[in-house]
């Protein structure tokens, strides 16, 4: 097809009067004359400027939102208000009709759970045309930043024959029909007759993985689907998210967290700096939001604030059981605020996650050294016999953005642990080897990618930063 120019670069262009040629889709047509035309490469769209005398009516007609188009005109400063330059239209074609009477996009105020029903549409609008450039931002700088320190890109398998993990419910993978599965003479299902001659299912994590990377290039991430079937129906959690993995090798929990603070704050810093335009739209789109709210839940800082306050802040690093000691010290557990109960050993509810970094703290918290029973079995153990080197990076809004820790070497001690839980350990021989042939210290952290996007995007709803949402009874589009 013809050659066109992005309206991003439009934009940016000196207007000199010269020939462009743009292609989009319609924002909206008005008093015969005004084009507003977006193509998604910005915020900002570029309008287009029609001679209503040469205009044929029967193609004024088709110039309806949503309608694709191509426009050929010459590029000049706009008089107008709100925009540098403009487009006086010589010709204007339409490319794809789009039905005024069926489209339910309209140029007005849609709210996110409407746009919701109708993913494949939403894509189109201000708000979601922001969100999924940072988000695309986000995945590029996460790459740029290992790549940078030498880690590889490890692409751990999205089939997994391991259940071991146990970080969360999973999803089996199966050719088996489910009229009449192959039995066993025992009467359990065969799965020897299955695809893969076992059970099979959808991955929570490429952690076990990456470990095995770690131990042949030293410093490796993973970034991939991960999928949980939790029946968990938050603003915080989706069945399929993406997570980003990194895993060190010859490190301890200290240069875990260093790495994981760095990356964050690498992160909010190539959007505060890269892409101001989107952020500014998405800024202005929450203050509206928290305007509607009652005055005692709003927040004191704008979206750009809160991302500035993390970056300038070094995060707060405690012991678990430095913050449960702050937890039953704090107003709101003696006057019984707290619905979930708080003392050594419960696993934290995002009310106290959130009570220590919103209230408390006023910053991103690293919690180190959880109780080994609420904790996986691969963590490293402490001498103390009760804890061991797990991190959980909690932010503000968010609760738990990062989840890690420093992993147990010890062939012995892992033994042990696994046996302690019942683990199968000798479907866990590939992973036990690591420690058998040449074992080191290691570490590393799980980063879920959505939330990142949530913080960083101000976004309430972790549906509303991934095209296409999957969540408990919902898996359209
Ligand atoms: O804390 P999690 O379960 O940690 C792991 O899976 C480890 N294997 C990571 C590692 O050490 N390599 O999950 C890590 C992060 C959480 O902190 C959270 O940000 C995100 O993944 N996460 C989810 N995001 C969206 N929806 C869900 N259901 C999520 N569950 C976890
Ligand atoms: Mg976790």
């Given at each position: 097809m013809e050659q066109r120019i992005k309206v991003r670069e439009l934009l940016e262009t000196e207007p000199r009067g010269q020939e462009v040629v743009a292609m989009g889709w319609v924002r909206s047509f008005r008093n015969d004359q005004f084009i507003v035309l977006h193509d998604g490469s910005c915020p900002g769209p570029v309008q287009v400027v029609v001679d209503p005398a040469t205009l044929d009516p029967a193609m004024a007609s088709r110039l309806t939102t949503g309608a694709s188009i191509r426009v050929m005109g010459n590029l000049v400063p706009s008089p107008g208000k709100g925009q540098r330059v403009e487009i006086r239209a010589k010709e204007v074609e339409v490319i794809g009709d789009c039905d005024p009477a069926r489209y339910p996009l309209q140029p007005k105020k849609h709210s996110l759970e409407f746009l919701r029903e109708i993913a494949h549409l939403r894509l189109r609008t201000n708000t979601f045309g922001s969100v999924f450039r940072i988000r695309h931002a986000l995945a590029i700088a996460i790459h740029r930043f290992f790549d940078q320190r030498g880690f590889i890109y490890l692409h751990s398998p999205?089939?997994?024959?391991?259940?071991?993990?146990?970080?969360g419910e999973m999803f089996r993978v199966t050719t088996l029909g489910f009229d009449h599965p192959p039995r066993k003479p025992e009467g359990g299902i065969d799965f020897r007759e299955d695809f893969f001659g076992k059970p099979t299912h959808l991955t929570v994590s490429g952690q076990l993985e990456a470990e095995l990377g770690a131990m042949a290039f030293g410093d490796v991430y993973t970034f991939g689907p991960t999928f949980r079937a939790e029946n968990s129906n938050t603003?915080?959690?989706?069945?399929e998210f993406w997570m980003i993995e990194p895993e060190m090798a010859f490190c301890d929990l200290e240069g875990n967290m260093d790495l994981a603070e760095a990356l964050l704050k690498d992160l909010i810093r190539t959007v505060l700096e890269g892409h101001a335009a989107d952020l500014e739209f998405l800024s202005g789109r929450l203050s509206e939001e928290e305007r509607q709210r009652p005055m005692v839940e709003r927040s004191p800082m704008g979206l750009t604030e809160k991302l500035r306050f993390c970056l300038d802040n070094a995060f707060e690093r405690l012991t678990y059981t430095e913050a449960i000691s702050i937890l039953i010290a704090s107003p709101d557990f003696k006057k019984k605020k707290f619905r979930y109960p708080v003392s050594w050993g419960v696993d934290l509810q995002s009310e106290h996650e959130r009570y220590l970094v919103e209230q408390h703290f006023r910053k991103p918290v690293i919690l180190t050294d959880y109780p080994k029973s609420i904790k996986a079995f691969y963590m490293r153990q402490n001498?103390?016999?009760?804890?061991?080197?797990a991190m959980d990076i909690l932010f503000p809004g968010i609760g738990e953005m990062v989840g890690g820790s420093q992993r147990e070497e010890r062939l012995d001690r892992l033994e042990a642990r696994m046996e302690e839980l019942h683990l199968p350990r000798e479907e866990m021989n590939w992973y036990l080897d690591s420690r058998r042939f040449g074992t080191c210290p290691h570490a590393g952290f799980g980063l879920g990618f959505e939330r990142l996007v949530q913080f960083v995007t101000g976004m309430g709803n972790i549906r509303d930063v991934i095209p296409f949402p999957r969540t408990p009874k919902n898996a359209s589009f």
């Open positions: 999205i089939i997994t024959g391991s259940d071991a993990e146990g970080a603003a915080r959690h989706l069945a001498e103390d016999g009760k804890t061991v080197r």
